[in-house]
Every structure is written in structure tokens, then in C-alpha cells.
């Protein structure tokens, strides 16, 4: 006869999990609201249960023994078929609920995102939002993310996706800087000014500068003399007058209307990429995540992003 797991053992497993995919008791402990005591305990008796050792503990870092990676392979299953009943649940809800997990990269969440919360809000009382922003990547079966928005390809995965609008990259210097320097007529006169440009946190790559010639894409690599790694801090230093940079049109797009800046060479812009929403498979019949979805594909296309 199989024994039946306890509450104890599925708490132990839980913690387990958690700790295992954030790398410190510490973070596993805030994650569940617990202290760091309780999440210790709870996976010191699953390891007496079990007769094994899960982690291998050093002053600074935790270490999955190999029986902790079978182990943590076999939980992530297990705890994902149980969101998977608790999603399957909610949905059989008339009305969204709950509090949904939303992540997104920093210029996104503050001006795409973060101005339209109040009005979702009103449109449905009952769903809590939790917006998470980092310019790093998610990983949001591990960190139990509902939606999650990305720029860029995406990577082949099981994740649910939706595509909200195609970015458009442009030049914006301010109408100080041109007004001292002139306004290049032509990509290749780019190189002749200052320049600024984006560093990618992830990968510490720059940004490539293409423009379209013709039929041909043409890629600079002109010196920047300011490089930050936020999107954000990229127009401010334009509209400060630092030169001429690349960045999205929609998020330039306040500083022009406000005529902090200017948009240069517009012939020769391209679409690089795409804004997507992405929420994993145990959440495809959340009715938070569905109304949310729509409801981000009405604001972009009401704003006329892409």
C-alpha cells in the first residue's frame, strides 16, 4: 500500500523547491512570507525523511547534491500540476480574482504598464496586481510569475506567447544639440557627433545601430561618448543635450510631443523587434491572465505603439 504524503512532507518539498530555484534560504523564506528558520527546519526533516542530503551549504552560496537535481527535477513537476488544478479552479470562476504576478523590463513596467494599472483596476476590482520589473531575465515557472512582458525573438519554450506591437528604432538628439552641432541628413553623418548609446544588462552587448538603405540594412558602429544601461536614462541624456542616440519610438515618444526631442532620419528606421506577453501553461485558463492580456493588447493598440 503507498503510503500518502503528509502535510509536512509537501511543505518540506515545497520549501525545498523554492530554495532550490532562488539559491538561499533567505529568498525562499521571502518568497513564502516565512521566516529563514522555517524554511531550514522544514527541509532538514524532508532530508532526515529522505535519508539523504539536498544541498551542500557554504558560508556564501547553496549547492544541489546530485540527490537534490533528481530530486528538485521531480518537484518543479509535481508543483506545477498542482497550480495547474489551483489555475483550473479559479477559471471556473464567473468574475477574474486573485492577485496577478506580473513581470516586465524597467521601461516597459514605468511607462507602458504602469499608467494603465488604476484603469484595469476599475475594470476588474477583484484582481490584486503585483508588477515585478527588472531589465533581467525571468524565470517564470520557478518564481511563479503569471505574465510576464519581453522585448525581442523568444526563445523556443512551453511557454504561452502573444505578440502586442513591433518596435520601431529611431535617432532623437535634442533641438539644443542640433541647433549646435547640425542634424545629419544621412546615417553615415551619425558618426560625425556625439553619440550615446545602450549597454543590454543581460548580455553587456551595445545596442546595434541599423538603419535601412535601400534594399540593404546598414549596422554603425560609431563610438558612443555616454553608454547607460537603462532605456530610460538613454532619452534623458538626449534631451540633456549628450547627442544623438537609438531608442524606441514609443518610449521617445513623450519627450518629442513635449519638444525635448527630436526625431532624426526617419526614412531609414527599421522595426528590430517586438513588445510580447508570455504566461506559462498552467496559467492558460486563469481568467486574470486572459482579461489582462486583452486588455494590454487594447492600450497598445490605442496608443499606436509599433
Known amino acids: 500500500m503507498t503510503e500518502q504524503i503528509t ?10 523547491s523554492r530554495a532550490a530555484s532562488l539559491g538561499s534560504f533567505t529568498a525562499a523564506a521571502r518568497s513564502l512570507s516565512v521566516s529563514p528558520s522555517a ?121 504561452i506567447s502573444r505578440t502586442l506591437a513591433p518596435v520601431r528604432l529611431g535617432a532623437y538628439a535634442s533641438p539644443g544639440y542640433l541647433a549646435a552641432r547640425g542634424t545629419p541628413q544621412r546615417p553615415d553623418e551619425v558618426a560625425d557627433h556625439d553619440c550615446v548609446n545602450f549597454r543590454f544588462q543581460n548580455s553587456g552587448q551595445l545596442l546595434s545601430w541599423v538603419f535601412a538603405v535601400g534594399e540593404r540594412k546598414l549596422e554603425l558602429s560609431s563610438p558612443a561618448s555616454i553608454v547607460v544601461d537603462v532605456s530610460d536614462a538613454v532619452v534623458e541624456v538626449l534631451a540633456a543635450g549628450g547627442g544623438i542616440g537609438m531608442t524606441a519610438s514609443w518610449i521617445a515618444a513623450p519627450y518629442v510631443e513635449r519638444g525635448l526631442l527630436v526625431p532624426l532620419l526617419q526614412q531609414y528606421w527599421v522595426t528590430s523587434t517586438a ?32
Open 275 to 306: 513588445i510580447h506577453a508570455v504566461w506559462p501553461e498552467s496559467r492558460r485558463s486563469n481568467p486574470a491572465v486572459k482579461v489582462f492580456v486583452a486588455y494590454l493588447a487594447e492600450v497598445v493598440e490605442a496608443r499606436g505603439i509599433g
Open 39 to 159: 524554511i531550514s527546519k522544514s527541509i532538514q526533516r524532508l532530508e532526515q525523511l529522505l535519508g539523504v542530503k539536498l544541498f551542500t551549504r557554504t558560508t556564501r552560496s547553496l549547492v544541489l547534491t546530485p540527490e537534490g537535481i533528481d530530486l528538485q527535477a521531480k518537484a518543479s513537476h509535481l508543483l506545477q500540476a498542482a497550480e495547474s488544478v489551483v489555475q483550473s479552479a479559479t477559471a471556473a470562476q464567473a468574475e477574474p480574482s486573485g492577485t496577478l504576478k506580473i513581470a516586465a523590463p524597467l521601461p516597459i513596467g514605468t511607462r507602458l504598464l504602469a499608467p494603465v494599472l488604476p484603469e484595469f483596476r476599475r475594470r476588474f476590482p477583484k484582481v490584486k496586481l503585483d508588477l515585478r520589473l527588472s531589465d533581467h531575465f525571468v524565470n517564470l515557472v520557478e518564481e511563479r510569475i503569471d505574465v510576464a512582458i519581453r522585448l525581442g525573438h523568444l526563445p523556443d519554450s512551453n511557454l
Open 7 to 16: 502535510v509536512e512532507r509537501l511543505t518540506g518539498i515545497i520549501a525545498f
